[in-house]
C-alpha cells in the first residue's frame, strides 16, 4: 500500500472512532441522543466501508488538515454522519439532498446550539461536499443555496474582567508553577487551549532581547509569541532547567492536554471567580485577553495580529468593551482640535 493510500485508510476512523472524552458539558448542552451529541453507531453503514466512494472522500478531505483543525472537523463530520445513520434511514450521505441538510440544521438549532456553531458544522459541510464535487463523486453539492445562520457581532462567552482575571492569577500562583504558567499564556498571550497543549519545551527561545515561544496555530501554522517577563519568569521556574518535552507536564510526564487544563481552571475558579466556576472555559481568557489589551491601549491591528486572527472583525467579536462610549474616538478628537 503506498503512503497515500495509508494515510487516507487511518483518516477515516477519525470520524467514526470512539468519542473522545467529552468536555464538560455547557448549559446548552444535553446527553439525549441528538445531531449535536456524538454517539456511537449501532452498526456501520455499507456505504461507509473500505474502499467506499465516501471513505475516500472522507479519507481525502481530512487529509487536507491537520492538528486541532483536522479534529475539529472529524468531530462535526462524525455528529453529521450519526445522523444521516440514526435519523436518515440509514442514508448514503453521497446520495442526499438540501431538505436532508436542511433538516439537519433545523434539528441542530432546536437542540438549543448557538449561531456560531451552528454555521461552523455546515461550514464542515460545506467544505466536505465541495471536496466530492471537486473529486467527481458528487455532480452537485447538497449545500447549495442551504441558509446559514447569521453570526452577530457579538459572542455568548462572558469572559473575564481585569479584577478577575488578577484573582485567578493569584490563586494559580498560590496553587504551583505549573498552574501560573497555564494561566499567564492562556490570559497574558490569549492562546487557545490547544496551542498551551501543544507548546514545548525545546520551542522557547530568544530574539532580539525578547524571550519568544514557538507555538502551533490553526491550521498547523506556526507562530513566535512573545513572553511578558513575568511570565517568561514563571515558565523557567516552572521547567527547572527542563529543555525537551512537552512544556506542561502531568505527574507522569506526559502532556496536559485540553481537558485537563480545563479542569485545572475549574479548580482554580472555585476559589479565585466562585460565580463563574461552574462555566468558565479556555476561552475566556483569550476573550479577556483582546478587551483588557485594547483597554490598555494596544491598538486593533496588534491585539488581532497577537491572537492569531486572520480577520479583525473575528477580534472585534471578542471585544467585549468595544460599545464603551468612553471609547469613542470624539474624545481624542476634541483633544487634538483646538
Do not use: C
Not at 69 to 90: E, F, I, K, N
Not at 234 to 243: F, I, K, M, N, P
Not at 284 to 296: E, G, K, N
Amino acid at each position: 500500500m503506498s503512503t497515500v493510500a495509508s494515510q487516507r485508510a487511518a483518516a477515516v476512523p477519525v470520524v467514526f472512532s470512539a468519542a473522545p472524552t467529552p468536555l464538560p458539558p455547557t448549559n446548552r448542552e444535553t446527553a439525549a441522543v441528538s445531531p449535536t451529541t456524538p454517539v456511537p453507531v449501532a452498526h456501520q453503514p455499507v456505504w461507509l466501508d473500505a474502499g467506499s466512494p465516501l471513505s475516500q472522500v472522507l479519507a481525502g478531505f481530512l487529509l487536507a488538515y491537520t492538528g486541532a483543525t483536522r479534529t475539529a472537523y472529524a468531530t462535526d463530520l462524525r455528529h453529521y454522519l450519526t445522523w444521516t445513520t440514526t435519523r436518515a434511514a440509514d442514508t448514503d450521505p453521497l446520495s442526499v439532498t438540501r431538505a436532508h441538510v436542511d433538516a439537519y440544521a433545523g434539528g441542530l438549532t432546536a437542540d438549543g446550539l448557538g449561531p456560531a456553531t451552528v454555521a461552523r458544522r455546515l461550514a464542515a459541510l460545506a467544505g466536505f461536499y465541495a471536496y466530492a464535487v471537486d473529486e467527481g463523486h458528487l455532480q452537485r453539492s447538497p449545500m447549495t443555496r442551504v441558509r446559514r445562520p447569521r453570526v452577530g457581532e457579538e459572542t455568548t462567552s462572558t469572559g473575564l474582567d481585569r479584577s478577575e482575571l488578577s484573582a485567578l492569577i493569584a490563586a494559580a500562583h498560590a496553587d504551583g508553577p505549573r498552574s501560573l504558567v497555564t494561566v499567564l499564556l492562556l490570559g497574558l498571550n490569549g492562546l487557545r487551549v490547544s496551542e498551551v497543549a501543544g507548546a514545548r519545551a525545546e520551542h522557547l527561545g530568544t530574539e532580539r532581547g525578547h524571550r519568544v515561544l514557538v507555538i502551533t496555530r490553526k491550521g498547523g501554522r506556526t507562530a513566535r509569541v512573545p513572553l511578558a517577563p513575568r511570565t517568561a519568569t514563571a515558565v523557567e521556574a516552572y521547567l527547572a532547567g527542563r529543555t525537551h518535552g512537552p512544556l506542561l507536564v502531568t505527574r507522569t510526564g506526559a502532556g496536559m492536554d485540553r481537558h485537563a487544563i480545563w479542569r485545572l481552571l475549574r479548580r482554580l475558579a472555585r476559589d479565585a471567580v466562585p460565580d463563574k466556576a461552574a462555566s468558565i472555559h479556555p476561552h475566556d481568557l483569550r476573550h479577556a485577553f483582546v478587551t483588557l489589551s485594547l483597554d490598555a491601549g494596544a491598538s486593533l491591528r496588534d491585539v488581532q495580529d497577537a491572537a492569531g486572527h486572520a480577520d479583525p472583525r473575528t477580534t472585534r467579536r471578542y471585544d467585549r468593551a468595544r460599545h464603551h462610549l468612553d471609547r469613542h474616538p470624539t474624545y481624542a478628537l476634541a483633544g487634538l482640535i483646538s
